[in-house]
């Protein structure tokens, strides 16, 4: 209660507006009955909610006594003599609603037990506190609120004088000049305060003053001014919790909302949870992002060796690039490093740092994390710098394919750290640019479809080198510069030239995007670095949980067999389930094979294979395979080259196995890869979260919280237990007066202050590419029509008539 508080201004607020109703005078037991505060209503009682605690003094609170107030009445109205018959008659009369908006409210059934009788002078209180928080009672049982408006100390800083008046009180004193353009206020001058001092160790009240020159409000909606709010700790940690776990701030609110019972039973709003949230995030993130960002990567480092961070910092100490990975991403990379996806399309946080994911695919074909990083500008020097902090992580370890976008950066840099990796374009991100290419062309639809025979339907180099020319001449597009670019770099993107290479089912950066939509409605333009890699510990914890699922469901149930197929029975029995519906899938497209034996040299037999294709127009087409077949070896390739980059046996060489009565596969075609029945190191590896519960308050906390809860279960089916354990709570209570709880973000605090005086700063804001969008000029045009086409939707909505 020091002078900051004092001179801190209250919130503006709407009050409720009295009626001043003479002739119903009889019918209240006050001389004021326009005033809420004259009425005796019920309240709630006052337990923990109460921010500080309540006097033990038994002047404090005279319950039972008569609590009228000759107060909120102004001066120039006139009065009627208060009688005792007048108090008798309460509630006899029906006086008609339409008088008072909120009559309901005046005739609520009073709880003479709850009531605070109007402050006088000379009572005592044990402290400040105990004088404010009385008032506050009292204030809210009357309808208005209160602040604190004068506070003297001693040399020592302790106070000795303090005047708590009505939070109406002083004179509004606008900052501008400008009429029409004020804002609304809630000061009348108000009068209503009481002031209390220090005397031989006791506060005393000294003087009174209960009268207010405005009209009070309800009760009921006491609780929207500010001396009345209160975010108590059992709330705070319920929306701490659930914003930690990426929960929005509207449903985080709602779910308190619901446990209360409704929005009446609270004594807060949605925005003073905001504004908690708010504050709790920049006491466990700190000032800077930078510097809260570094000591969590010391934290995780101080938990777990396996995990490594880098932070690239320019001149001005400011970060400039981060790299990250946990101990499971790691050990993950061992088994599934062999093919990775890389994509920076995702702009994550208020300084526009792209988020460059290393993403690879797991035994169920899921995305599995291999580490991430958020990079200042996407230039070459960057992506070097990425890269090899990722390839020092992993042990110096290149993957053997890496699949990217079209960016000449990631080209760049890819060639200088990764000479031995083959490297291929997202093929989705080549083939959706057709329309915007080509769309203008005459024949585009027939070119569309030309393009696209060439690229997926040829079986081998020479022919779709063949098919381009043609459609080339045709279509008369080889002056097409974006053509002849996407031609110079076939060997990038075309999937005839990329054969041979093991892609584990990946052909996009869909793996990398599809880890993009993780943080959809969790990041914004505002999300801090922080606040980002605690999102990425969700990502994290979620593809955890996902994989376990998948490995229990995988050795917990089978997938029946469609065929008496024997090799289908050798794939049932050691692949996971995911991976077996694919084995599956060409199983059943055996059915539309059909096999010709074309020649035997020695042990090896060649057969074409024709497959009966349907097109997306519903037509069909008959594709030509050819399957060489081995014996002696017990090999079988075909051309369509399925199994080299996927890891999945085709339909094709199914229909020859099955034609040559070949009842089983060698080992080598069940990859280790999709096997169920592997132990995989990376499994027992526990990942590097930052739980808040590492905190000992906080894990005590929960302790109390979950015992309490199985107790509850258990006593409140009977009223006399009930009963009996509220009676032990309230000695067991007494007994620890004046133990005061640390809260989570008081800890949190502690911890930032301790830390204060790092160099780390937080990165410049990346400037995106493009026009800023609030600097394209808007021709005199557009702004016409917009404001045409917004009088004729004003117009069709709310009835109006523009000339």
């Known amino acids: 209660m020091g002078e900051e508080e004092t001179s801190r201004p209250s919130m503006p607020s709407t009050s409720t507006q009295g009626y001043h109703l003479p002739y119903m005078m009889p019918t209240y037991p006050n001389p004021y009955p326009y005033t809420w505060g004259s009425q005796h209503l019920a309240m709630p009682p006052f337990g923990p909610t109460v921010p500080y605690p309540l006097s033990t003094n038994p002047e404090e609170l005279r319950l039972g006594e008569d609590t009228t107030q000759h107060s909120s009445m102004p001066h120039d109205?006139?009065?009627?003599?208060?009688?005792?018959?007048?108090?008798?008659?309460?509630?006899?009369?029906?006086?008609?609603?339409?008088?008072?908006?909120?009559?309901?409210?005046?005739?609520?059934?009073?709880?003479?037990?709850?009531?605070?009788?109007?402050?006088?002078?000379?009572?005592?209180?044990?402290?400040?506190?105990?004088?404010?928080?009385?008032?506050?009672?009292?204030?809210?049982?009357?309808?208005?609120?209160?602040?604190?408006?004068?506070?003297?100390?001693?040399?020592?800083?302790?106070?000795?004088?303090?005047?708590?008046?009505?939070?109406?009180?002083?004179?509004?004193?606008?900052?501008?000049?400008?009429?029409?353009?004020?804002?609304?206020?809630?000061?009348?001058?108000?009068?209503?305060?009481?002031?209390?001092?220090?005397?031989?160790?006791?506060?005393?009240?000294?003087?009174?003053?209960?009268?207010?020159?405005?009209?009070?409000?309800?009760?009921?909606?006491?609780?929207?001014?500010?001396?009345?709010?209160?975010?108590?700790?059992?709330?705070?940690?319920?929306?701490?919790?659930?914003?930690?776990?990426?929960?929005?701030?509207?449903?985080?609110?709602?779910?308190?909302?619901?446990?209360?019972?409704?929005?009446?039973?609270?004594?807060?709003?949605?925005?003073?949870?905001?504004?908690?949230?708010?504050?709790?995030?920049?006491?466990?993130?700190?000032?800077?992002?930078?510097?809260?960002?570094?000591?969590?990567?010391?934290?995780?480092?101080?938990?777990?060796?396996?995990?490594?961070?880098?932070?690239?910092?320019?001149?001005?100490?400011?970060?400039?690039?981060?790299?990250?990975?946990?101990?499971?991403?790691?050990?993950?990379?061992?088994?599934?490093?062999?093919?990775?996806?890389?994509?920076?399309?995702?702009?994550?946080?208020?300084?526009?740092?792209?988020?460059?994911?290393?993403?690879?695919?797991?035994?169920?074909?899921?995305?599995?994390?291999?580490?991430?990083?958020?990079?200042?500008?996407?230039?070459?020097?960057?992506?070097?710098?990425?890269?090899?902090?990722?390839?020092?992580?992993?042990?110096?370890?290149?993957?053997?394919?890496?699949?990217?976008?079209?960016?000449?950066?990631?080209?760049?840099?890819?060639?200088?750290?990764?000479?031995?990796?083959?490297?291929?374009?997202?093929?989705?991100?080549?083939?959706?640019?057709?329309?915007?290419?080509?769309?203008?062309?005459?024949?585009?639809?027939?070119?569309?479809?030309?393009?696209?025979?060439?690229?997926?339907?040829?079986?081998?180099?020479?022919?779709?080198?063949?098919?381009?020319?043609?459609?080339?001449?045709?279509?008369?597009?080889?002056?097409?510069?974006?053509?002849?670019?996407?031609?110079?770099?076939?060997?990038?993107?075309?999937?005839?030239?990329?054969?041979?290479?093991?892609?584990?089912?990946?052909?996009?950066?869909?793996?990398?995007?599809?880890?993009?939509?993780?943080?959809?409605?969790?990041?914004?333009?505002?999300?801090?670095?922080?606040?980002?890699?605690?999102?990425?510990d969700n990502a994290l914890r979620k593809k955890v949980e996902t994989e376990t699922t998948a490995d229990f469901h995988s050795c917990n149930q089978t997938i029946p067999c469609v065929f008496s197929f024997k090799i289908e029975r050798q794939f049932q029995s050691c692949y996971t389930n995911a991976k077996f519906k694919e084995v599956q899938a060409e199983v059943i497209g055996m059915l539309l094979c059909n096999p010709s034996l074309v020649s035997t040299q020695g042990s090896i037999s060649t057969f074409n294979v024709f497959e009966e294709i349907s097109t997306p127009a519903g037509q069909s087409k008959i594709m030509k395979y050819v399957v060489y077949l081995n014996k002696e070896e017990s090999e079988v390739k075909c051309t369509c080259a399925l199994f080299e980059m996927k890891g999945i046996i085709c339909r094709h060489s199914f229909k020859v196995c099955q034609m040559k009565y070949i009842h089983a596969l060698p080992d080598k075609y069940l990859l280790d890869r999709w096997r169920k029945d592997t132990k995989r190191r990376y499994t027992l590896v526990k990942s590097s979260y930052d739980d808040c519960r590492l905190n000992p308050d906080a894990r005590r906390y929960e302790e109390v919280v979950k015992r309490c809860i199985r107790f509850a279960t258990r006593v409140s089916r009977n009223e006399e237990h009930v009963n009996a354990f509220f009676q032990f709570l309230d000695d067991f209570e007494l007994k620890l007066v004046g133990v005061e709880p640390v809260t989570c973000s008081t800890k949190d605090q502690e911890n930032v202050d301790a830390n204060r005086g790092k160099k780390i700063l937080s990165p410049h804001v990346v400037r995106g590419t493009g026009r800023p969008p609030t600097r394209r000029k808007v021709p005199m045009v557009e702004k016409a029509a917009g404001k045409r086409r917004k009088k004729h939707v004003l117009g069709f909505g709310s009835s109006l008539v523009f000339p």
């Open 77 to 536: 109205v006139p009065t009627m003599p208060f009688s005792v018959e007048s108090e008798k008659n309460v509630g006899e009369t029906s006086p008609d609603k339409s008088l008072s908006p909120n009559v309901e409210d005046q005739f609520e059934v009073s709880d003479e037990d709850n009531k605070v009788e109007p402050p006088k002078a000379g009572m005592k209180f044990g402290s400040n506190k105990e004088v404010l928080s009385y008032y506050k009672r009292y204030a809210k049982q009357e309808g208005f609120g209160v602040i604190i408006r004068r506070t003297k100390r001693d040399i020592d800083g302790h106070a000795r004088y303090v005047t708590i008046a009505c939070a109406r009180g002083g004179r509004y004193y606008p900052c501008h000049s400008n009429l029409s353009k004020s804002r609304p206020t809630t000061k009348t001058d108000c009068k209503a305060k009481v002031n209390a001092r220090l005397v031989k160790g006791e506060w005393v009240v000294t003087s009174v003053e209960l009268v207010h020159n405005h009209s009070t409000i309800s009760p009921k909606k006491a609780r929207f001014f500010r001396s009345h709010k209160n975010l108590d700790e059992y709330s705070q940690r319920i929306l701490d919790l659930n914003d930690r776990a990426g929960i929005r701030i509207h449903k985080n609110f709602n779910a308190l909302v619901t446990d209360a019972g409704g929005y009446e039973n609270l004594d807060f709003q949605e925005k003073d949870c905001k504004n908690f949230i708010d504050r709790a995030r920049h006491l466990r993130m700190g000032k800077g992002g930078g510097e809260a960002l570094n000591e969590y990567f010391k934290r995780m480092r101080k938990m777990n060796d396996g995990f490594v961070s880098v932070m690239d910092v320019d001149d001005e100490f400011k970060v400039r690039n981060v790299f990250w990975a946990d101990a499971r991403s790691r050990a993950a990379y061992e088994y599934f490093g062999d093919v990775i996806t890389f994509d920076t399309i995702y702009l994550t946080n208020r300084y526009g740092m792209p988020f460059a994911p290393f993403v690879g695919v797991n035994h169920h074909g899921q995305s599995i994390l291999l580490g991430a990083g958020l990079i200042s500008s996407e230039d070459t020097s960057t992506f070097v710098w990425l890269f090899e902090a990722w390839l020092e992580c992993m042990n110096g370890r290149a993957p053997h394919a890496i699949i990217t976008d079209q960016d000449r950066a990631m080209k760049n840099a890819i060639a200088i750290v990764f000479p031995n990796t083959r490297h291929r374009y997202c093929l989705w991100h080549i083939m959706r640019k057709l329309p915007e290419k080509l769309g203008s062309h005459s024949a585009y639809h027939e070119l569309k479809t030309a393009i696209q025979n060439a690229v997926y339907d040829t079986q081998s180099c020479k022919e779709f080198d063949e098919k381009w020319g043609q459609l080339m001449n045709n279509y008369a597009l080889t002056d097409n510069a974006w053509l002849q670019g996407l031609y110079t770099e076939r060997s990038y993107w075309v999937p005839v030239y990329l054969k041979g290479v093991f892609w584990a089912g990946m052909s996009t950066t869909q793996r990398s995007e599809s880890m993009n939509a993780f943080f959809d409605g969790f990041v914004h333009s505002g999300t801090t670095l922080k606040e980002f890699v605690d999102q990425f």
